[in-house]
């Protein structure tokens, strides 16, 4: 019998190693898309819950299909609520993403909320977390002290002043940076390369690396802040968006045939 798994091994592999993990985010709610860009070598798949338009059956579809090809599922969820969380690990992804946390008392709601009593509050009712009862009791709680990985947004510049206590707290894997609404909740929202949030940027990158505390951040495609974030040491990104591969694909094919066109046109 085939096992099923998260893949969640692999990530953690790669932080050991000290090699970046890259994954991509998947907004749009046809697994196909998510399928196709499985092909592409990424080690994970940022499923959107919270912006994206996917209700639970399309990141059920999508973590499956995550799965299916040997990646690993990262699932955002829209807000640090216990109700949230229950469905979505019932669904077997590799981590839980969570939005907006600014203190440790909301890091510890979010562990609490993806750990069984007595640790956390999580209600019982696995599905393919525990590849559908066919794991043994004892070995499936074993494994759901650790996975799947729990991942706290920092995108409020409040988060700042509570991060070192909040990677402190026990249960939580590791950070994300997400600039657009760190930025925003300094006045500068959208300039992520105002010198301003930069050198926040930097802070949390410095705190986390004396911490020796794996990090990363959502962003999309700019060679530049790849390169930004690389230096600071991030254990992980995810670059760019499925919306973003079709936008910039079908540009660029318009405007190939546009050229040719053009220049063809030139010698009638």
């Not at 700042?160 to 657009?180: A, F």
């Amino acid at each position: 019998m085939r096992k099923m798994d998260s893949n969640v091994l692999n990530i953690k592999e790669k932080f050991l190693k000290s090699e970046l993990v890259i994954g991509t985010h998947i907004i749009l709610s046809g697994p196909e898309i998510c399928e196709i860009i499985c092909y592409c070598g990424f080690d994970f798949i940022w499923i959107d819950g919270e912006h994206g338009p996917l209700d639970k059956k399309d990141i059920n579809l999508l973590i499956m299909t995550t799965r299916s090809h040997g990646l690993a599922p990262f699932v955002r969820i829209p807000w640090n609520d216990p109700v949230l969380f229950k469905p979505i690990l019932d669904m077997g992804p590799a981590a839980i993403v969570v939005p907006f946390i600014k203190t440790a008392e909301e890091a510890k709601l979010a562990v609490a909320s993806c750990k069984y009593p007595p640790t956390g509050i999580r209600g019982f009712g696995p599905h393919r977390a525990n590849n559908f009862s066919t794991i043994n009791m004892e070995d499936y709680l074993k494994k759901s002290i650790t996975e799947p990985l729990l991942i706290l947004q920092i995108e409020h510049i409040d988060a700042l002043n509570n991060l070192k206590d909040i990677i402190k707290v026990e249960g939580v894997d590791s950070i994300c940076v997400g600039s657009n609404d760190l930025s925003g909740s300094m006045g500068l929202l959208g300039q992520t390369r105002n010198p301003k949030v930069i050198k926040v940027l930097d802070k949390i990158a410095c705190i986390c690396n004396e911490a020796n505390f794996p990090f990363g951040a959502s962003i999309g495609w700019s060679q530049q802040i790849v390169m930004d974030w690389i230096r600071r040491g991030s254990s992980w990104l995810a670059v760019d968006t499925d919306i973003g591969f079709i936008i910039d694909g079908g540009r660029k094919t318009f405007e190939n045939v546009k050229n040719i066109y053009d220049e063809i046109k030139k010698m009638w």
